[in-house]
C-alpha cells in the first residue's frame, strides 16, 4: 500500500511538472497578444480571454487540492496577473464560481476514482 501511494505520488508529480511546462507556451503567447496589456487582446477581455479563463476556477481547485502553484507570480508572471485582471473585471466576478466550489467537485471525484480502485 504505501509503495502504491509513493507511485501514485510521482505520478502526480510528474503530471503537474508537464501541465506547468506547458504553461509556458502560453506564457509566451501572452506576452506576444497582450502586447504588455492586461488582456490577451489588449485592454479588453476577448474570445481567448474567455477561453482560458473558463479553466481558472479548475486551476485554483487544483492548486488547493494538491498544494501546488500553477499559475506562480515568478514561473509565469505573465499568466499570473492577467488571471489576476481576468478575476477582477467586473463582467468575470460575479460569474465565475468560487475556488470552494471546484475543490469540492475535485474531492467527490478523486473518491470516486479511489473508491473504484
Known sequence: MVLRNAV???AQTTALEKVIEGLMPL?????KCS??????????????DIAFGSFLGWISGIEVVANVKMLDETK???LFGWAKMFRSNAAVKDVIPKTEVFV???KKFA???NTDQ
Open 8 to 10: 501514485r505520488e510521482e
Open 27 to 31: 506564457e509566451d503567447a501572452f506576452a
Open 35 to 48: 502586447k504588455g496589456k492586461d488582456f490577451f487582446g489588449g485592454d479588453t477581455i476577448g474570445y481567448l
Open 111 to 113: 473518491a470516486r476514482v
Open 76 to 78: 509565469t508572471p505573465g
Open 104 to 106: 469540492e467537485v475535485i
